[in-house]
């Protein structure tokens, strides 16, 4: 018999379903309208994994919607019960549920300590985002689950807390270097005699700072001892001198070391001339073809350098955003397009405050247009306990002008508010105005071009 994921198969992505199954703020917002069609596919979601692959973020996106279509959390509780995939997805959930004040899900998931089976994984989850007053008074059940594990915790909390021997050795936390000079920091790289550790360190502070091209010589001296990879933190180095590397990567393309030459392919590949636009365009319409989810992403970035002049690659870009399952990599997509041809992505923008990813909602807090709609959403995320910190101070900082002169572009209507005037969800959730087919109409594409993505891998 075959089994859910051999079966399985992306809904189309015009539809609620579809557009619920690839993590779209459209399939939030047309789930709002019609909830009690759109639970079943909620709860599918919960009970099998309809990530593309693991960057996919689901889990705040699924309990948004148990807590806005008023789902009851006693089915996820339930899940909790299913094998260790299941139950992780569950307890994703629930944790986040918590937060917002279900005391049915937050019960759920401390009584699942207690007798469940993968309570080390959930304790070990839950006490990473709840607040420690929550948890800590599990520490007796868990010295007296511990004994019946085949092995040590990894991790060390919440078990140094508890007392509880771990694995893993204690963090020891290193000394900043973030008071030197960036020419102190250079000289610390430059030295042989400078430990690993230590330059990793002073490589982690050149990253707070304005990039260095002094640090360009010393690249090719910064690998590891055994000379098979780069320290830690230089590709990051690297990648924030931008266009200034291109020069020393050409022989670093051509070293011996698979590391270095590597690193200098890359850096030549992210900034390329003219001349390999037309190629860049040919990738990006064969990824297509191949419905390659996985690192087109990586071409949008290349394409998105050259501005208006890859608008070959727009009509591509549009399709991946829409089509793809892949939610990590749809934020790239509308950022090479907004370089290259920015019209019509105001609902791009306004749909993504509803999206799935940080970085998708990121986008849309930065650039949707101001009007009531985007202010109510925009308030709901600086306000909700289940949000990411940087998602809330971004909505934090897009509202701040709003508040300050009484308006600066918004219109402050039902469901959207300025700190001290009343909190959003002191209203009623308002259904916002995205219609059918508005995203597609505006990204230029065709009802007809809209091609399910197919089968998992």
């Known amino acids: ?4 994921e051999d079966e399985w198969a992306y809904a189309h992505p015009d539809s609620v379903e579809g557009l619920l199954q690839r993590g779209r703020g459209l399939g939030a917002v047309r789930a709002l309208r019609d909830p009690q069609d759109s639970a079943v596919f909620v709860d599918d979601g919960i009970r099998h994994d309809q990530r593309w692959d693991g960057t996919d973020d689901r889990s705040l996106y699924l309990a948004r919607l148990v807590r806005d279509l008023e789902l009851s959390p006693a089915p996820v509780v339930n899940r909790l019960a299913g094998d260790e995939e299941s139950c992780l997805r569950a307890c994703g959930v629930l944790e986040l549920l918590a937060l917002a004040g279900s ?21 070990e989850s839950v006490s990473a985002v709840w607040p420690a007053e929550w948890w800590e008074d599990l520490g007796d059940i868990a010295h007296a689950r511990i004994g019946g594990e085949a092995e040590l915790p990894w991790f060390s909390e919440p078990w140094t807390r508890f007392g509880i021997e771990v694995q893993s050795r204690p963090y020891a936390k290193r000394p900043s270097l973030n008071g030197l000079g ?16 230590t330059k990793t360190d002073a490589l982690r502070a050149l990253t707070g700072r304005e990039p260095s091209e002094e640090l360009i010589p010393l690249i090719p001296s910064l690998g590891t001892p055994d000379g098979c990879r780069p320290l830690p933190l230089l590709r990051r180095a690297v990648e924030r001198l931008g266009a200034a ?14 590391w270095l030459a590597g690193l200098g392919a890359d850096v030549l590949a992210d900034h390329p001339g003219p001349s390999a636009l037309p190629g860049l365009v040919a990738e990006l319409a064969g990824q297509w073809a191949a419905r390659a989810w996985c690192g087109p992403d990586r071409t949008a970035r290349r394409l998105a350098r050259f501005g208006p002049d890859a608008a070959d690659a727009v009509p591509y870009l549009r399709r991946f955003w829409l089509h793809t399952p892949h939610s990590y990599e749809r934020a790239a997509y509308l950022e090479a397009l907004a370089a290259i041809n920015g019209d019509g992505l105001d609902y791009i923008y306004t749909e993504s405050l509803w999206g799935c990813e940080e970085t998708e909602r990121l986008l849309g807090i930065a650039s949707a247009p ?3 709609e985007t202010h109510g959403q925009i308030a ?42 009343g909190r959003p969800d002191d209203s009623p959730l308002v259904t916002p105005s995205l219609s059918d087919g508005m995203v597609e109409q505006a990204m ?7 091609v399910s993505p197919g089968h998992r891998p």
């Open 380 to 421: 709901r995320l600086r306000d909700d306990p289940m949000e990411t910190h940087e998602v809330r101070a971004a909505a934090r900082a897009r509202l701040v002008p709003a508040c300050a002169s009484g308006s600066g572009g918004f219109t402050v209507g039902p469901g959207a508010s300025c700190p001290g005037i």
């Open 1 to 4: 018999m075959m089994s859910y």
């Open 245 to 258: 590397a291109v020069p020393a990567a050409r022989s670093w393309a051509r070293d011996e070391r698979p």
């Open 103 to 123: 005391d049915e899900a937050r019960e759920g998931l401390r009584a699942y300590v207690r007798t469940g089976g993968q309570w080390v994984r959930v304790l």
């Open 370 to 372: 101001a009007n009531q």
């Open 182 to 197: 960036t020419g102190d920091l250079l000289l610390l790289l430059a030295d042989g005699r400078t430990e690993n550790a």
């Open 444 to 450: 230029g594409i065709r009802r007809a071009e809209q």
